[in-house]
């Protein structure tokens, strides 16, 4: 008989014929059980048979695995071991075969134990001689499951014992199934299937397409790894095991083994000789990865998987679990990312890139930009870009809950004058024409709220002058993004009319200035009425004073893209393991209640501004919105671009990781949102919605009819009355202005995203003792 090639034995267990009693083998195998147990001085041998574990016992740790929203593109994979379970019947024939050859050739006659080897054990503990270790598939997958290690009699044991109620248990197919997905191959890999995607990149499942399943001769490789599937650590270049990659002996042995399993493949008529004769070494095992364990966290949508590790933490189906539940469950976890949006927003966003637009490109190393797609009506996040530092990096696009509850990221930013798509939803939606004109002069004092020459903050300013002035209709001072017209605006809804369209369209939180704490705190939005809210800000919150997160600010637009229709953003699709089902995203949205000549009014407005045109054919619309730094009217810390089209909405940020003034590389501070995040949102746009393949005459906007056109006035429009909350007392930072989106300066430093209260049973948002210049969530 040949050798099983386990541990190197040179005589293997022939197969009981069928005809030998069953009773006889009984006692072959008690006596040689007993030899062992009298040999070792273990007399309480019920105890191995009553505690061993079987498979059912076992919770094996399995690999997670996290796909794009095509569910079949891996993005990562997580848990303690790259592991990946195939059930039996989807494998394909490749390694089914070449483990039998490599490992167990008597596996579908014998009866789960190696008697031979049981005896030659027991006889060489009884006589003083060499430890012998034959085994069974069965037997070794005993060993491996109950994670029974080192060459001793009582493991031998235990091996026999769970072996020999395995294989009266279960099919020889489940066996195999068992061991093929248990075994380890070498590079962390554990299972077949983790070590087919590991050394070649391809799969063992049979549904998989043709050239993208492991074949014989690849199958043949893997399986001669598990006789050693690592170098033995004493003497790595001596006994390096049997990775081909490994060294020059490393893959000799692997060839010699190789060998060894093809003519075991023919002896059991898995192949034929001419088969065989033809059959060649594969030369394509890939090169080994020290950063392989990372699994894709290290890339950019690290971020996405912390973002969808959190989002599963707030479900009923994991409340309450540690991540290890998630991480080792064996779960297919589906996001909303689609790889195309994802490719774009990259591509744009990272300015470290030759791919990013040229006017932020090989930029000064402080800079930092991210990017957030939302789909409108669903409000998947189809793209997300925080940063390069994965998963526990800093994410400037939002922020997330890790496992210890702790609130991470570093997403909050003034938005200046991007925010101001809200001021105008809220004018549209109670009556307020796009073409009523208001009184527009370069500066204004505005006594309501404090903000007078004799003021420490003086009075409201433009950045920008426009041709309309001082008598400016609201679209042409949207365009030109006038602060006076904007406060006057605010004023006249009522701040808590601002913060309620903003709240009710996306904007979930907002950091508010605190007397006497440095770092700005979140509010929830959602946790009290708004009337309530409004009380802790003022009426800068209409021209971008207070922090929002990309994220938000990108969910926002998507409910304008959308018609008014609100959605909550996501970043998970679905949970599966196996067949079951775990979790799927709910789908819901709330109505704005803007009727059609409302929304047709704000796309009409924000579709003239200059930045947000996109020269592909779709139609767009967009605003974009600056921050100053301190009390400098030339500086500029925070610049935004946000917008949409019909079917993606994206928010683009770009300032600087340590809150200092954008400068370029020539040194000028003339940074802007046109000139900035305008180029990278638009670049991302354009492609974006290139790569879905979608067609733009589908998504046209429609002029509204301006039924209600107010007439042109020499002054400033008079205030409608308002249920606005009483005005708080904070006042804003003096000199706090934010310009807009022509060149213009604008925009105080923005604290370090920290936070308030969060809905319950969220814990609060406090600053990181290893906070990075630039504040944390």
């Known amino acids: 008989m040949l050798p099983t090639g386990d541990n190197g034995n040179t005589g293997g267990a022939t197969a009981p014929s069928p005809g030998r009693p069953r009773r006889r083998r009984r006692i072959l195998v008690f006596l040689a059980l007993f030899a062992v147990l009298a040999g070792s001085g273990l007399v309480a041998g019920g105890y191995y048979f009553d505690s061993v574990p079987t498979p059912t016992d076992l919770k ?72 012998q270790g034959a085994s069974t598939i069965t037997q070794q997958y005993a060993r491996v499951a109950a994670d029974l290690r080192g060459v001793t009699y009582s493991r031998k044991l235990r091996e026999a014992v769970i072996a020999w109620k395995l294989d009266d248990k279960y099919s020889k197919e489940e066996i195999l199934g068992f061991y093929l997905n248990t075994v380890p191959f070498g590079r ?56 081909p990659r490994r060294n020059a002996k490393a893959r000799q042995n692997s060839m010699d083994r190789w060998s060894y399993i093809r003519d075991g493949m023919v002896k059991l008529g898995y192949l034929t000789r001419d088969e065989a004769a033809n059959l060649a070494y594969p030369d394509d095992v890939k090169p080994i990865d020290p950063n392989a364990g990372q699994s894709g966290l290290d ?27 998630i991480r080792d469950g064996g779960y297919k976890i589906v996001t909303t990312i689609d790889k195309r949006v994802q490719d774009a927003a990259e591509a744009a966003a990272d300015i470290r890139r030759g791919t990013a637009p040229e006017a932020v490109r090989d930029q000064p190393k402080n800079w930092q930009a991210a990017l957030v797609a939302v789909e409108p ?38 938005p200046g004058s991007s925010f101001k798509v809200y001021d105008l939803a809220a004018a549209v939606e109670n009556k307020i024409s796009v073409k009523q004109h208001f009184d527009s002069p370069d500066t204004k004092e505005f006594p309501e709220s404090g903000r007078t020459k004799d003021s420490p903050a003086g009075p409201i300013r433009n950045a920008e002058h426009a041709p309309c002035q001082p008598n400016c209709a609201l679209w042409e001072a949207t365009v030109a993004s006038l602060n006076v017209t904007y406060f006057e605006l605010t004023e006249k809804l009522g701040i808590a009319k601002v913060m309620d369209m903003a709240k009710r369209a996306g904007v979930d939180s907002m950091w508010e200035t ?123 810390v925070h610049t935004w671009m946000v917008g949409w089209t019909g079917p993606l909405a994206a928010a683009v940020w770009l300032g600087t990781t340590d809150g200092k003034p954008l400068r370029t590389k020539d ?42 056109d107010a007439p042109s006035t020499t002054g400033p429009a008079q205030p409608a009355p308002t249920t606005s909350a009483p005005r708080p007392t904070v006042r804003p930072t003096p000199s706090a202005t934010p310009s807009d989106a022509s060149p213009s300066p604008t925009e105080p430093p923005t604290p370090d995203p920290t936070g308030s209260p969060s809905l319950p049973p969220l814990p609060t948002l406090s600053p990181s003792k290893s906070r990075k210049p630039g504040g944390t969530a």
């Open 60 to 131: 094996l740790p399995e690999s997670t695995t996290v796909y794009y929203a095509d569910g079949r593109t891996p993005m990562a994979k997580l848990g303690e071991e790259n592991r990946t379970i195939v059930p039996y019947d989807q494998m394909n024939d490749s390694a089914k075969q070449a483990i039998v050859a490599a490992e167990d050739r008597s596996f579908w006659t014998n009866k789960g134990i190696d008697f031979s080897g049981v005896l030659r054990a027991a006889w060489s503990n009884l006589t003083g001689g060499q430890r």
């Open 188 to 243: 962390g890999a554990y299972g077949i299937e983790a070590a087919a995607q590991t050394y070649f990149g391809k799969t063992v499942r049979r549904d998989a397409p043709a050239s993208q399943q492991l074949t014989q001769a690849e199958a043949m490789v893997l399986c001669a790894m598990v006789k050693q599937p690592e170098a033995d650590p004493n003497d790595p270049e001596g006994s390096p095991g049997y990775d």
């Open 299 to 325: 890339r950019p949508t690290g971020l996405v998987v912390e973002h969808v590790l959190s989002e599963l933490r707030q479900t009923e189906q994991f409340r309450g679990k540690t991540d290890e539940v």
């Open 377 to 414: 009506g669903s409000g998947r996040v189809l793209g997300y870009y925080g940063g390069n530092g994965g998963s526990g990096g800093a994410d400037y696009a939002g922020w997330y809950y890790d496992e210890k509850g702790q609130a991470r990221g570093f997403g909050q930013h003034p």
């Open 514 to 636: 605190v007397k006497g704490n440095p770092q700005p705190q979140r509010v929830d939005l959602r946790d009290e009425p708004t009337d309530e809210v409004a009380k802790r800000f003022s009426t800068e919150v209409g021209i971008g004073q207070y922090g929002i997160t990309v994220q938000d600010h990108a969910n926002g637009m998507a409910t304008f893209a959308a018609r008014g229709k609100r959605a909550e953003a996501h970043f998970v699709r679905s949970v599966t393991k196996g067949e079951d089902k775990i979790y799927s995203e709910q789908l819901r949205t709330t109505d704005l209640g803007l009727d059609e000549e409302a929304l047709n009014q704000l796309d009409w407005t924000l579709r003239r501004v200059k930045a947000a045109k996109l020269d592909n054919g779709w139609d767009s619309a967009g605003k974009t919105g600056t921050w100053q730094a301190g009390q400098s009217t030339t500086q500029n």
């Open 667 to 708: 040194g000028s501070y003339e940074v802007y949102g046109s000139s900035g995040p305008g180029p990278i949102w638009r670049q991302f746009m354009a492609q974006a919605t290139a790569s879905l393949k979608l067609d733009p005459d589908k998504y046209r906007f429609e002029d509204p009819k301006f039924p209600d």
